[in-house]
């Protein structure tokens, strides 16, 4: 069952076996493992529930239903913007549905470099397998893409650059191309049409929503309780109060709200908010002679990769996937004066787009402001700014031998370059906050996993050093950024952790 806040006007106190703070990939995966296991489980979400017949398709009324501050939540200096699901199934159901899991040489680091040995190999690669067959995980083929992403897919083809094609969790897309403000045909297998059903199957599972989580309650090394308040879905105002009560909790609030959550109750350490990653992405946009069309068809499914992984040093290099976006999201990452923009605009149809995706090295720190909102701090590296102008150089480049006329970079001030001569101007750049747009759709970190209480906040089964029989979910918990996208390794790290719940009951 799944209620509002408007079915218990009165708020409410109750007991459970587990409650479970988050509904995304996290939370989702760890409510049907656990109830399948045979728990009782509550599953505490802030947002709303939105099913397939409210998602309107209109981004002024989508962004704020289902974004936490309405797709407006920026690191501290406003130069990124990160972007985080607020509703029953969370960042799954505003996704491109991207399906990546983490390779071989990452786990390696992680277990050599982190002492994150707790699970081999295989072990992840179970978890993936049962993970990519609830969501429907299927790779997209050559005849699926769309013009833009042909378009990408071909330039670096005549670069000689590695291209791809996607796994996704899409099952018969229609190509609306709205992914980003929720899937009306219930194409994307989103957390809340696929984890959520699977545990909702069990019998033994409520989801609550429009309930934020205030803090936790702990006594002598465990949780005993979380308390919130229940909230208007239109303005956040808080409603009743509610208190649950339970023998284990699950944390899956995200590395942006996770590590706040622990802060506020007094948990989690010193570690708690820090080795913040964001794989922080800036958009390259490029203008043909003729329609593109890229806002229908699949948004995301052809890439040019130029991404490295080892096991001494993680994941790096740079991705360049296809993207599209609604106007409004257009409008606002491309960096060009009023006047160009608006031409730039009127030729929409014949846009085509990606997004240059930077794998970085945990720096950022998550901290409360006075107002107990959340505080991002995070600056780009020396070498993360590099690799983001090389990456920016060579989409520009894969675009123009595609055949595009002109391309968009992102930077104030440059003009469109229309031959690769042009972009000796990148030689000149910088990539400065609020000034270069930026995304980052996968915040990593915040609440490390690892052996040693003091340097990681949970350890390699995924329980708190110091309250065991609370675990954390959600990317906060990766030592470095997994992978290019973060859906199948939360999902991963969920279904193991779980599974150590339902074998080692914390005492």
Not at 44 to 63: A, D, I, S
Not at 421 to 450: E, F, K, N, W, Y
């Amino acid at each position: 069952m799944i209620r509002g806040a408007a079915e218990v006007p009165e708020g409410f106190t109750v007991r459970t076996e587990v409650c479970v703070v988050g509904s995304g990939a996290g939370g989702g995966v760890a409510a049907a493992l656990l109830s399948e296991g045979g728990r009782e489980v509550l599953v505490l979400e802030e947002g709303p529930h939105v099913p397939r017949e409210r998602m309107t398709q209109r981004e002024e009324q989508m962004y704020p239903l289902l974004y936490r501050d309405g797709g407006n939540q920026l690191t501290d200096d406003g130069g990124i913007s990160v972007l985080q699901g607020r509703v029953v199934g969370g960042s799954t159901v505003v996704n491109m549905a991207d399906v990546v899991g983490i390779t071989e040489e990452v786990w390696a680091h992680w277990r050599t470099l982190f002492g994150c040995d707790r699970w081999s190999m295989d072990d992840l690669a179970e978890a993936a397998a049962d993970c990519r067959a609830t969501i429907g995980a299927n790779h997209v083929t050559a005849e699926q893409l769309n013009r833009n992403n042909a378009l990408l897919v071909r330039g670096g083809d005549r670069l000689g650059m590695r291209t791809a094609t996607m796994e996704h969790n899409r099952v018969g897309c229609v190509g609306s191309g709205y992914c980003l403000i929720g899937c009306a045909y219930d194409a994307k297998r989103s957390v809340a049409v696929s984890w959520i059903p699977r545990a909702l199957a069990t019998g033994r599972v409520m989801v609550q929503s429009e309930a934020r989580v205030d803090r936790f309650e702990h006594d002598r090394g465990r949780v005993v309780a979380v308390v919130g308040h229940l909230v208007r879905p239109a303005d956040g105002a808080k409603l009743a109060p509610f208190r649950v009560e339970a023998d284990t909790f699950v944390l899956a609030a995200g590395a942006i709200h996770s590590p706040l959550l622990l802060k506020v109750s007094g948990l989690g350490g010193a570690a708690v908010g820090r080795n913040l990653s964001l794989q922080p992405q800036a958009p390259v946009a490029a203008l043909f002679a003729d329609d593109v069309v890229m806002f229908r068809g699949i948004p995301q499914a052809g890439y040019v990769d130029a991404e490295t992984a080892t096991a001494e040093e993680g994941l790096g290099g740079f991705r360049l996937e296809a993207v599209s976006a609604t106007p409004g999201m257009s409008a606002i990452t491309t960096a060009l004066p009023t006047a160009d923009l608006h031409r730039f605009m009127t030729r929409y149809r014949q846009v085509a787009a990606n997004l240059c995706l930077v794998p970085d090295r945990p720096g950022g720190t998550v901290t409360a402001d006075r107002n107990g909102r959340p505080r991002i701090s995070y600056a780009l590296t020396p070498a993360v700014q590099a690799t983001m102008i090389d990456a920016i150089r060579t989409a520009a480049r894969c675009w123009l031998a595609a055949g595009a006329e002109g391309v968009a970079l992102p930077f104030p001030g440059l003009p469109m370059a229309r031959s690769e001569a042009d972009l000796a101007a990148l030689d000149r750049v910088s990539v400065r906050p609020a000034s270069t747009p930026m995304i980052s759709a996968h915040p990593q970190g915040t609440c490390r996993m690892g052996p040693r209480a003091g340097e990681a906040v949970v350890d390699t089964d995924l329980r708190l050093h110091d309250a065991p029989n609370l675990s954390v979910l959600d990317a906060s918990v990766f030592p470095t950024t997994a992978s290019s996208h973060t859906q199948l390794p939360v999902m991963s790290l969920a279904w193991l952790g779980a599974r150590a719940i339902l074998e080692r009951p914390a005492r």
